[in-house]
């Protein structure tokens, strides 16, 4: 059975944030083996490494690290204190994971100093999007902010931050997951996977034809960001 992280239906009621997610993580772990061939990556609050299969053909090692105990991880110790050494990974996985640390400014700092130069971070976090403490939950971001905090940490030569998925498909996400809640609980409530899938789809279909709405600027919403910062070599 196919994992519904790496392919989410429509009928996901963040298939905002999980579809556009999944299509740029496999285009970076492409893009940055082009880049610099084989690589080691170290994946923070990894978690069940959902995305290992993304990974699997490009990379020399896939480490794990997580500040829970987790059988999947392969080092254990928070974001804001990562147990390896300087500049030791080639690229720096932080899938998800930013909106729940307790200081995002010591996190930020970290994944700059454990990717080697001329490495890369791959980082995604949450623009707008419903509270959801595993098991904090404490920040949302502007794509504004996100340069900032990076360029004010870290030694980039590069900071590119992109959205996710645009405002239709923002509002969409949204909608559909309190509109799933209540579908729940009525007699149509079989009905809510294809009311949510057409729902998904007029946004993705809003976004695509509207280019005003695709990436983000004054007047927008971005349930989701994607950033790529580099290294000097």
């Given at each position: 059975?196919?994992?519904?992280?790496?392919?989410?239906?429509?009928?996901?009621?963040?298939?905002?944030?999980?579809?556009?997610?999944?299509?740029?993580?496999?285009?970076?772990?492409?893009?940055?083996?082009?880049?610099?061939?084989?690589?080691?990556?170290?994946?923070?609050?990894?978690?069940?490494?959902?995305?290992?299969?993304?990974?699997?053909?490009?990379?020399?090692?896939?480490?794990?690290?997580?500040?829970?105990?987790?059988?999947?991880?392969?080092?254990?110790?928070?974001?804001?204190?990562?147990?390896?050494?300087?500049?030791?990974?080639?690229?720096?996985?932080?899938?998800?994971?930013?909106?729940?640390?307790?200081?995002?400014?010591?996190?930020?700092?970290?994944?700059?100093?454990?990717?080697?130069?001329?490495?890369?971070?791959?980082?995604?976090?949450?623009?707008?999007?419903?509270?959801?403490?595993?098991?904090?939950?404490?920040?949302?971001?502007?794509?504004?902010?996100?340069?900032?905090?990076?360029?004010?940490?870290?030694?980039?030569?590069?900071?590119?931050?992109?959205?996710?998925?645009?405002?239709?498909?923002?509002?969409?996400?949204?909608?559909?997951?309190?509109l799933e809640h209540l579908l729940r609980r009525t007699p149509?409530?079989?009905?809510?996977?294809?009311?949510?899938?057409?729902?998904?789809?007029?946004?993705?279909?809003?976004?695509?034809?509207?280019s005003l709405l695709q990436q983000p600027r004054p007047g927008?919403?971005?349930?989701?960001?994607?950033v790529v910062a580099e290294r000097s070599p």
């Amino acid at each position: 059975m196919t994992d519904p992280r790496l392919d989410p239906p429509l009928s996901t009621t963040t298939y905002a944030v999980r579809a556009p997610l999944v299509r740029w993580l496999a285009a970076e772990a492409r893009l940055a083996h082009e880049a610099l061939g084989p690589y080691r990556l170290l994946d923070v609050g990894c978690g069940e490494k959902p995305y290992r299969e993304l990974f699997a053909p490009y990379v020399s090692e896939h480490v794990g690290v997580d500040a829970v105990e987790n059988p999947v991880a392969d080092l254990r110790g928070p974001i804001e204190a990562l147990p390896v050494e300087d500049g030791s990974f080639d690229v720096v996985l932080c899938a998800q994971v930013l909106e729940h640390v307790d200081d995002p400014v010591q996190a930020a700092r970290e994944l700059s100093r454990v990717t080697r130069p001329g490495g890369r971070l791959l980082l995604s976090t949450h623009g707008v999007y419903v509270f959801h403490p595993a098991p904090s939950d404490h920040w949302r971001w502007t794509h504004t902010g996100l340069e900032k905090l990076l360029r004010d940490t870290g030694d980039w030569a590069s900071v590119r931050v992109t959205g996710g998925a645009g405002t239709a498909s923002t509002l969409a996400m949204l909608n559909a997951i309190y509109l799933e809640h209540l579908l729940r609980r009525t007699p149509i409530r079989f009905a809510r996977g294809a009311v949510v899938a057409a729902m998904n789809r007029v946004g993705r279909t809003l976004d695509r034809k509207i280019s005003l709405l695709q990436q983000p600027r004054p007047g927008t919403l971005t349930a989701n960001y994607h950033v790529v910062a580099e290294r000097s070599p």
